[in-house]
């Protein structure tokens, strides 16, 4: 896999230093935190476009794991708690990332009964999950299965692999995969749009 | 509530432990009678189904990706990273990009030394971790830079820049081979015309050593004279590993893989590949034969949902029939793919130029006589090895000497004239499983065991051949008996010959008038479980004996003897070797002088056998095993003297002595029992197959009289087939639109009101789909498409031949459930916005996209404008149906609930002209049947109450009112099938 040789603006140690001052209940480390991922998102979403087609996927899979290095991975070891650190970056990314699609939603959903072309189009591929929608889901699931929540926000906010979701969590890597099928078709149901008809 | 949860939770994870075929019985046991349990588990698996690669790439992809589509459109990123024009890179500068190619970016560039214009390809610079393997690489893109041949890119250089390898090659004005596909189905003569140059192209280099290994239709292009061009030869190689290496990086579930990984490619991989084994040319020659079905049906060979779907579905599942997907194609080129996608490399085509003389001998005359391909089978035949296991062998060897006596004193023979399916129809379609056929010597009724409506135990029962007839029962309940199976007619056709099961180990031999009468034990035998047998008694053309299967005194082997009719008397017909489980499934030549059976090695594998009679029925040398038959081939019967069809894993063969056997039908699921029901008027060879089928979405017809009250009971709409979703009555009542997956995904499909003149509308290949609608003036259906990802609403004008869809949507993301206004001027559609599904209005003139005035309204989906201005609509998992007046401002119009007794969400509903049909859930998640809601009384009535149960797949009602089609989900069973081969 490949590693990240520069780390860009912000250094791992201020990723790490920045996360530990969130979980310590800093709120203004999430304002400095929020333009280090976006730089990454427009760093990733730059080298998609020059990869944008088939084929090319297997090349934007390793930048999005670079992304996530980058903005977590060399930070680990700043932490003595491995578990604890997981845990705290992938709620970071889930704040982060929501509070963005949602600022989007609404730059697209302006004026009540008309929706322009400027507005719209969020299409194709996996983009058709709507990250607010999903993190309203994801609440509505907590209530009902705390657990089966943390792991979706592990896997899926947080980049972890199954292995460090076990970690963080205390449990199987075998429980991990158990909670993330029934989150998975609990949540698509959720979100899906096609209900009985479709 | 947390103990449902938990309870949910822990059916659904055991219920996904099982195989797929397993899910639905597991379920049902697992719950046990709970029905809110096995609904909400049933919903969540329905759900996991479906999500496909929902969630499994990360947030912040996504994330990137919605980024990438708002600054594209704003144009404010474009290629900014990429190679810049007037950069020189070696010889040559860039001009300009051309776009992207299979594994990298291609540009325009000026090579000054030769003042030509040639195509650069740029490959990722992060692939060539290891120098080793980017050595490789350029040894094997050497290797094909030094192919020259018109039908194989022409590549004049090799470079690096920064660490990214790149290819210098010729330039080509045309378009990929995927881009042509778009369109559909390809003409047959361009088909051949472009399948040959493919395989010179292969041929080409395959001599050379080298292999290409990522045929797809990306990797051809099409240049604007017609020309094909293999693309990328040599470059999967460099690609090969990194996937592996990333591939053992994700954990534990197959589901977790990477979903853009590999999808692009993985449906033209060969089995050897999926496998990992080593790939030789044959592979090529699989990818080929996956393009060439392409090309034909305009559907791909292999595509699921997933990745590891369609892996799976390459190692275990043939194609859907060609000869049904595309009709126009000859049986000789369907036996040309067939023989390409064969799993087993030592089955297909051994060189690719060996298909070349098989697709050129079909260029010639596109009449497609099976000469040529006859000609190649025999050229290959040396190399064809039968996919024989080790017992199999055994009996090869044991039998060889007789077999081989025989087969000198049958050859030479003329070229056999294989059989090619001409259409398939079902003859009962009974709940229940339909088996064991036997058709009347006249070749007009069909003979078969069957349970009966009710369930009760097998019995025989006779129908018509054409199942227009209603089902006969012939035999009796008797008090000790478990059933009846097996049914055979004597040759007069007077009589028919059946076994009656007492338990597992005890049968009766029985016999009784073919128009009905007394039963008449012939004999009591006793029999030797063995794996499905199809059949179990042949007559001889004299009508004096039939050969049948018991056990041999007390052996413990089964084998076959001959039973005279007269007295009962029992004969030995075959020995099989110790150590055997035994003989079963006789099948006796028309002739008297050739008997087919199986031979059992063990329990589950077997041997299919021919052994020589003499005139008076007596074995003439050793049995000899039939070449190119399996270890599962199951029943046989003869379709004259020398030519012998047998079931085998859901396919059927054909055998002519003195050839291999080869599949001359493949059905999608298995086969229990096989009947030869002769040739008809016009020599169209009929046989009738057990065939299982999946559960099926049939449409069933309502007459209704006065609104809300039937005159008859609900009919089946045979003609429809079997597969059939979200039927929509055209205006003037004269043709249904409908969805089908019959064609393997599913499609738009049209066909006259009774079934007749079905007709495909869509090509679109894709997972998701459905709901088509008709315009008010009958011209256009509007449907959702899940294209690739997200639903969009799309129209296609029926009265095209081949119909384009036209994307209806383009600014309103996962837009679903279209229906029309009355004018036309608009379509309604619904979405998802946040927690509740609203309701859109999107006007169909489409002039300009860019500038669609789309109105977002309240909640609802499912509109319905009726005559007197008012909408219809539904709420998502709301009970009742709403209606509200579409005059002024609808948005503000005062809402008003219609159906209020309804507890559940409303599954389907239909306007009719004085109220509306509808039918939806119950609190449990069951069905509450149909019903019709009378506007006028303003009350509800239950509509065809019992015959109407379950979950439906769709209503729609006639514009007069006097029809009610609906679609009725039933089991998976197996019914009688009719096959006619040209």
Avoid at chain 1, 20 to 30: F, K, V, Y
Wanted: charged letters at 25%; glycine letters at 8%.
């Amino acid at each position: 896999m490949p590693r990240a040789t520069d780390s860009g603006s912000a250094t791992g140690r201020d990723v790490s230093l920045l996360l530990r001052a969130w979980s310590d209940g800093d709120p203004r480390a999430l304002d400095q935190l929020t333009p280090i991922v976006y730089d990454e998102l427009r760093r990733l979403a730059r080298r998609y476009l020059r990869g944008e087609r088939k084929g090319h996927s297997l090349q934007t899979t390793a930048l999005v794991n670079e992304a996530y290095l980058r903005l977590v991975d060399h930070a680990r070891m700043e932490w003595q708690n491995r578990a604890h650190f997981f845990a705290v970056s992938a709620q970071v990314m889930r704040r982060i990332l929501v509070d963005h699609a949602r600022r989007r939603n609404i730059k697209r959903g302006r004026g009540l009964h008309h929706v322009s072309l400027d507005e719209a189009t969020i299409v194709g591929g996996e983009r058709s999950t709507d990250l607010a929608a999903l993190d309203d889901a994801l609440t509505l699931l907590a209530e009902r299965d705390p657990r089966k929540a943390q792991v979706v926000e592990m896997r899926f906010f947080g980049g972890l692999s199954v292995e460090e979701s076990a970690e963080v969590l205390g449990v199987s890597p075998v429980t991990v995969m158990r909670d993330w099928r029934t989150a998975k078709a609990w949540l698509y149901r959720e979100l899906s749009s096609e209900s009985s008809n479709g | 509530m947390a103990d449902d949860w938990t309870r949910v939770d822990d059916v659904l994870q055991s219920v996904l432990l099982r195989p797929q075929g397993e899910r639905d019985t597991f379920l049902r046991q697992a719950c046990a009678g709970d029905s809110a349990l096995e609904s909400e588990v049933r919903s969540l698996l329905a759900s996991y189904e479906q999500a496909g690669s929902f969630l499994e790439a990360p947030a912040i992809r996504m994330a990137a990706r919605a980024l990438v589509d708002e600054q594209s459109a704003g144009g404010a990123y474009r290629r900014t990273d990429a190679l810049v024009t007037g950069r020189r890179l070696g010889d040559y500068t860039i001009l300009g990009p051309l776009g992207a190619g299979g594994m990298g970016e291609v540009y325009r560039a000026r090579d000054t030394r030769l003042s030509r214009d040639v195509a650069i390809k740029v490959l990722p610079s992060f692939v060539p971790g290891d120098p080793q393997r980017l050595r490789r690489f350029e040894q094997e893109a050497r290797a094909a830079a030094a192919l020259s041949h018109p039908n194989i890119l022409a590549v004049f250089q090799m470079g690096s820049d920064e660490g990214a390898p790149y290819l210098v090659s010729e330039l080509l004005e045309g378009s990929t081979l995927r881009e042509q596909l778009r369109r559909g189905p390809m003409p047959l003569r361009k088909v051949i015309d472009y399948g040959v140059q493919v395989v010179r192209g292969l041929a080409a280099a395959h001599e050379k050593g080298i292999v290409h290994r990522d045929l797809k239709p990306e990797n051809l292009f099409v240049t604007k004279d017609g020309r094909v061009k293999i693309l990328d030869f040599g470059l999967a190689r460099l690609v090969e590993q990194p996937w592996r290496s990333l591939d053992s990086n994700v954990p534990t579930d197959p589901d977790a893989t990477e979903p853009g990984m590999v999808i692009g490619t993985v449906g033209y991989m060969s089995p050897e590949q999926v496998r990992g084994h080593p790939a030789d040319h044959r592979a090529d020659i699989f990818a080929f034969g996956a393009v060439l079905y392409e090309m034909l049906s305009g559907t791909r060979a292999f595509q699921k949902a997933t990745s590891v779907e369609t892996m799976t579905a390459i190692l275990n599942e043939d194609p859907s029939d060609l000869s049904l997907r595309a009709p126009a194609a000859s049986p000789a080129l369907q036996r040309i793919v067939q023989r390409c996608l064969e799993k087993n490399p030592e089955q297909r085509f051994q060189s690719a130029s060996d298909l070349a003389f098989a697709l050129e001998a079909l260029s010639e005359s596109t009449g497609a006589p099976a000469s040529a391909i006859r000609a190649v089978a025999r050229r290959v035949s040396g190399l064809l090895v039968p996919s024989a296991t080790v017992a199999a062998a055994i009996v090869s060897v044991v039998v060889l000497a007789g077999g081989a006596l025989w087969w000198s004193y049958r050859s030479p023979q003329p070229a056999p004239s294989w059989l090619a399916v001409s259409s398939v129809s079902m003859i009962t379609t009974f709940p229940g499983d339909e088996v064991s056929p036997a058709v009347s010597p006249g070749g007009v009724q069909v003979a078969f065991a069957w349970r009966g409506p009710d369930g009760g135990r097998q019995r025989i029962y006779v129908t018509g051949i054409d199942g227009q007839q209603e089902p006969r029962r012939l035999t009796d309940d008797t008090p000790d008996d478990t059933g009846d199976d097996f049914p055979s007619w004597s040759p007069d056709g007077q009589q028919i010959a059946f076994v009656r099961r007492h338990g597992a180990t005890e049968a009766a031999i029985m016999i009784v008038p073919a128009q009905g009468g007394a039963e008449r034990t012939l004999r009591r035998i006793r029999v030797v479980q063995v794996a499905n047998a199809h059949s179990w008694l042949a007559w001889r053309p004299d009508g004096s004996e039939m050969a049948l299967a018991a056990e041999s005194g007390d052996s413990g082997r089964s084998t076959l003897f001959m039973l005279r009719i007269a007295d009962g008397h029992l004969r030995m017909l075959t020995m099989p070797p110790e150590g055997v489980t035994g003989d079963a499934s006789p099948a006796i030549a028309p002739d008297g002088r050739s008997l087919a059976f199986v031979r059992y090695l063990s329990p589950g594998a077997s041997a299919l056998l021919v052994q020589r009679l003499d005139a008076h029925a007596n074995p003439v040398g050793e049995p000899m095993p039939i070449p190119g038959a399996g270890t599962a081939a199951r029943t046989a019967v003869w379709a004259d003297e020398a030519r012998l069809l047998f079931a085998e894993n859901g396919r059927i063969l054909e055998w002519h002595v003195g050839t291999p056997a080869r599949p001359v039908y493949v059905s999608t699921a298995g086969l229990r029992g096989l009947a030869f029901a002769g040739r008809d008027h016009r020599g169209v060879v009929r046989v009738i197959a057990a065939q299982g089928n999946a559960a099926r979405n049939q449409l069933w017809m309502i007459p209704l009289g006065t609104p809300g009250q039937t005159t008859d009971r609900p009919g089946l709409q045979s003609g429809f087939g079997s597969d059939i979703a979200n039927p929509d009555f055209s205006p003037d009542g004269t043709h249904v639109a409908f969805m089908s997956s019959r064609s393997g995904t599913p499609e738009i499909w049209m066909a006259d009101a009774d079934g007749r003149n079905l007709r495909q509308l869509t090509w679109l290949g894709i997972a998701r789909l459905g709901i088509p609608r008709w315009s008010p003036d009958g011209r256009y259906v509007a449907f959702y498409a899940r294209r690739p990802d997200e639903p969009q609403i799309y129209v296609i004008d029926v009265t095209q031949e081949r119909p384009t869809p036209q994307q209806m949507t383009h600014q309103v993301p996962g837009c679903n459930i279209p229906s029309w206004s009355r004018d036309g001027r608009f379509l309604y559609c619904s979405r998802r916005d946040g927690r509740e599904v609203r309701l859109y209005r999107v006007p169909t003139d489409n002039s300009d996209p860019s500038d669609q005035r789309i109105e977002r309204w309240f909640e609802g989906k499912d509109a319905r404008e009726t005559s007197d201005g008012r909408l219809v609509y539904v709420k998502d998992g709301v009970p009742g149906i709403f209606v509200r007046s579409l005059a002024g401002d609808p948005t503000t119009n005062p809402e008003e609930r219609l159906v209020s007794d309804i507890v559940g969400p409303i599954a389907y509903y239909a306007l009719a002209p004085s109220g509306i049909y509808y039918t939806g859930q119950n609190n449990l998640g069951g069905y509450v049947g149909l019903h019709f809601f009378d506007r006028a009384r303003n009350r509800t009535v239950e509509v065809a109450s019992r015959a109407v149960t379950g979950e439906m797949g769709g209503l729609t009602v006639s514009p007069d009112g006097r029809r009610l089609l609906y679609v009725q989900t039933s089991p998976p069973q197996t019914d009688l099938t009719l096959i006619r081969f040209e």
